[in-house]
């Protein structure tokens, strides 16, 4: 990093997961079957849209409380999926900023005697997976005019 640091880059990462029941099934999916299709549930709001939403944001104050540099959360596309966003970092803080996230969400989860599981695929069938999606920008990139740069660091 110390090569570029004057170009200040920024790191973020959206991380996904999924609540699941001791048994290992999503937390609110009926036992025997499963909830309607993808589609409502995104960025839902309401009790029959998402499910843990006091497990998301005691993680979310835990982390605020920890000084970790988090900046978001919303549900995902699967009932029982969340999303939480790390950042933005500059330098490579970002990895650290991460892994203590991760530590704090499945100590919340303890908490709540549910499971968060970090399983890139953990229902099969037609249900999303859960991921993580890194963000990058430098200084030029985030300026006036920035977007000729991120176009230019594409092609590199």
Request: aromatic share 10%; with cysteine.
């Amino acid at each position: 990093m110390e090569k570029a640091k004057d170009a200040h880059p920024w790191f973020g990462i959206e991380q996904e997961y999924t609540l699941l029941d001791i048994d290992g099934h999503p937390l609110g999916w009926p036992k025997n079957g499963f909830p309607g299709p993808q589609g409502p549930y995104y960025c839902g709001v309401g009790a029959d849209k998402v499910n843990g939403r006091d497990i998301v944001e005691c993680h979310y104050r835990a982390c605020l409380f920890a000084g970790i540099e988090i900046s978001g959360t919303n549900a995902e596309v699967m009932p029982a999926q969340w999303e939480y966003q790390i950042g933005p970092c500059e330098g490579i803080s970002m990895g650290d900023e991460l892994w203590a996230s991760r530590f704090m969400l499945h100590r919340t989860a303890e908490d709540f005697g549910v499971v968060a599981s970090l399983d890139p695929k953990p229902m099969e069938g037609d249900w999303n997976g859960a991921g993580a999606h890194c963000n990058f920008s430098t200084a030029e990139m985030r300026a006036e005019g920035g977007l000729k740069y991120v176009h230019g660091n594409i092609v590199q």
